[in-house]
């Protein structure tokens, strides 16, 4: 497949709008982003006190934004002067620290200010849900505390309710941080879109060879060593991936829309059901505190904060009458998977109607979300494929379980009920499988059925390793998929531009992903018409 540039002309006045002071910003934080190439942050002997970007110790995990509205954006920053050591140096003090806003990014021109106070129970961040901004607009941002000052910050708040302004967006998901280096964001920062949907995988539970895999580093928390368990092995475990420079550098560069995957909990978790054996009760505590430490590493409001063992992570984000993100949890209220959990052929537990990987009540939300939606695109912002991706397994077509293959009748229920409410331009952007693939939605893929929108799976940050442009699973998946229209299995991500009368997706891929300073070109740009399930590859 050639490779080649995506055709910009119809954002050319999106990028006018914003692009000077964006130029500014990135030559500005050129300075933060050399840091990546330091070997003592990201290989060899690093400090134990966990140095990083930020200007600050007390910052040294960065700060965030997220969850764009038209008025408003969530701002994040968590206080852990020595991040690798277990509470990050903070004791149990409660720490006031205080937040302004600006439209410039020298702060000279405030917009508006506040405080907040960081203290123990929640890991020592803050979440500010700032509102009173104008739509459509780019802010910048930054925190002080106890005289120290954090890096100022980039967010860009969502259009007004009536605008159909375009929009650039980035895909990422699965970044497994001892398995190579989070180039993909170096290069997503450059380009600043307005927003990431992050799709899960933050942060791997499992343990972490002693000499930090690709990273061969000793400079991580006692509890590497081991899967997380309980709040200090997650709180620790997301700091070691916050102190990586790229991933900081896209954090302040851009808001994020984040949900979580099974690795922020336990491989392949199932609502109250664990990967191995575990009690469910003991299980439970788990879950609790991977997602309380999930609520408290992301850029999230309070409405997401756990409340116990619950926790209410699907949400809606509109952007003018341009697109509806549907994000969703398909960990949460799922049925258990069958059939052993692997890759096996469909069958009646498969299609069995009383199963979902949504729970009746997110699925009642998501079709009275599409009946209510007047947007020109209405996306599904998730974890795992729709499409079937199916392989030949000894003359058997096998799919996954674990994904929307193992619910057959909460696909078509979805799909159907889509259709029905005349939900316009359906596109599911998901992560989770470590590859790129783009295929047609259907509600069966076993027999003829028509096709109902695209799927955009985008590969992972850095999971996986290296990978190449077309491995063994690669060739096998097409053989057996004919509504798969492009796949490739090497690191990156998906940078999105979207109009009106078009869905641009440029698929950005890294040859290797083994030293910080590695490079991505563009693999393919896909194009989505406007009012035609169909896609264009070049």
């Known amino acids: 497949m050639p490779r080649g540039a995506p055709n910009i002309e119809l954002f050319r006045d999106h990028s006018l709008r914003v692009g000077m002071s964006r130029r500014r910003f990135l030559s500005w934080g050129g300075v933060v982003a050399a840091l990546a190439f330091t070997p003592g942050l990201l ?37 852990a002067p020595r ?130 895999g690709r990273r061969h580093t000793m400079a991580m928390p006692e509890s590497a060593a081991r899967e997380c368990l309980d ?46 054996g575990t009690p469910v009760p003991e299980f439970l505590v788990r879950r609790a505190h991977a997602l309380r430490a999930w609520w408290e590493n992301t850029p999230v409001r309070r409405a997401q904060q756990p409340r116990g063992g619950d926790i209410s992570a699907y949400r809606r984000l509109r952007f003018g009458t341009l697109a509806d993100f549907a994000v969703l949890d398909t960990r949460s209220h799922r049925s258990d998977q069958v059939n052993g959990d692997t890759d096996v052929p469909q069958n009646a537990a498969t299609a069995d109607p009383r199963r979902s990987i949504l729970g009746a009540t997110q699925e009642r939300w998501l079709l009275d979300g599409l009946d209510s939606s007047r947007a020109r695109w209405n996306v599904l912002a998730h974890q795992t494929p729709i499409a079937d991706l199916a392989r030949d397994d000894d003359g058997q077509r096998a799919v996954s379980m674990d994904g929307w293959s193992g619910y057959e009748a909460c696909r078509t229920r979805v799909l159907e009920g889509a259709r029905a409410r005349g939900a316009t331009n359906l596109v599911s952007v998901v992560g989770d499988i470590h590859r790129n693939v783009v295929a047609d939605l259907r509600t069966t893929y076993r027999r003829e059925s028509d096709t109902l929108g695209v799927e955009l799976a985008g590969t992972s940050i850095s999971s996986g390793a290296d990978g190449e442009d077309s491995d063994d699973s690669d060739r096998a998946l097409k053989a057996a998929s004919p509504h798969v229209r492009f796949g490739s299995a090497q690191r990156g991500y998906v940078l ?32 989505i018409a406007a009012g035609r399930p169909d896609v264009d590859i070049v």
């Open 231 to 276: 709040l200090d092995d997650y709180r620790e475990r997301y700091a070691l991936y916050r102190l990586d420079p790229h991933l900081q550098e896209i954090h302040r560069t851009s808001p994020f829309v984040t949900t979580f995957d099974d690795h922020e909990v336990d491989n392949n978790w199932a609502a109250t059901i664990p990967e191995d």
């Open 83 to 212: 991040p690798l050591a277990r509470g990050g140096g903070m004791g149990n003090q409660s720490v006031e620290v205080n937040w302004e806003v600006a439209a410039d990014e020298a702060m000279t021109r405030p917009v508006r200010r506040g405080r907040a106070f960081a203290d123990v129970d929640n890991g020592h961040t803050v979440h500010v849900d700032v509102r009173g901004l104008a739509p459509g607009r780019e802010y910048f941002y930054r925190f002080t505390a106890r005289g120290e000052r954090s890096a100022v910050g980039r967010t860009v708040t969502a259009p007004a309710p009536g605008a159909e302004a375009p929009m650039t967006f980035a895909l990422a998901s699965c970044q497994s941080w001892a398995d190579g280096f989070y180039v993909a964001y170096a290069d997503m920062a450059i380009r600043a879109p307005d927003l990431v949907f992050h799709l899960g995988d933050y942060i791997y539970e499992k343990p972490i060879h002693r000499g930090g």
């Open 496 to 527: 999105n531009r979207l109009s009106r009368d078009r869905w641009e997706a440029e698929f950005r891929v890294a040859d290797s992903i083994g030293s910080a300073s590695d490079r991505l070109h563009t693999r393919a740009v896909v194009t």
């Open 43 to 79: 290989g060899g002997a690093a400090p134990s006190s966990g140095a990083s970007a930020a200007d600050s110790p007390l910052f040294a995990l960065g700060v965030a934004s997220g969850d764009p509205l038209p008025d408003g954006v969530v701002l994040w920053t968590r206080l």
